[in-house]
């Protein structure tokens, strides 16, 4: 059973930065893929990065490539999504998500089985 709550949403305007956090309870925190998601108001929820158990692998969509970083800190069982160069289209709830024993960062929502709440972010022009 994993547990997840992030936090760290908010109000920002365009060209600014925001972290949001995902922590984690649960011994297999470390062996599962985490991956963040969101949904945008009228939108189906899309996948925005996805980190490997370890780490030491990344994954993210074309949209935010270059400008959200995702990271890990295992010890804390928490996962992090930097989020640079914020525009207005970038306005979603955001979910953190642990993937299924043994897969790997994937975009694919059904290989998550355990879902956060939801964080909101509002980016304004």
């Known amino acids: 059973q994993v547990q997840l709550v992030e936090s760290g949403g908010g109000l920002v305007q365009a060209g600014g930065s925001l972290r949001l956090s995902c922590a984690a309870s649960?011994?297999?925190?470390?062996?599962?893929?985490l991956g963040w998601f969101r949904r945008a108001p009228g939108k189906e929820r899309e996948f925005v990065g996805a980190?490997?158990?370890?780490?030491?692998?990344?994954y993210y969509a074309d949209s935010v490539k270059g400008r959200f970083t995702i990271s890990r800190d295992n010890a804390k069982s928490t996962v992090y999504l930097q989020m640079n160069s914020l525009e207005p289209e970038d306005t979603a709830v955001y979910y953190c998500?642990?993937?299924?024993?043994?897969?790997?960062?994937?975009?694919?929502?059904?290989?998550?089985?355990?879902w956060g709440q939801g964080t909101q972010v509002t980016v304004s022009s």
């Open positions: 998500a642990a993937a299924k024993f043994g897969v790997r960062p994937t975009n694919r929502k059904d290989e998550y089985d355990y």
């Open positions: 649960g011994r297999t925190f470390i062996n599962r893929a």
């Open positions: 980190i490997s158990g370890s780490g030491g692998f990344t």
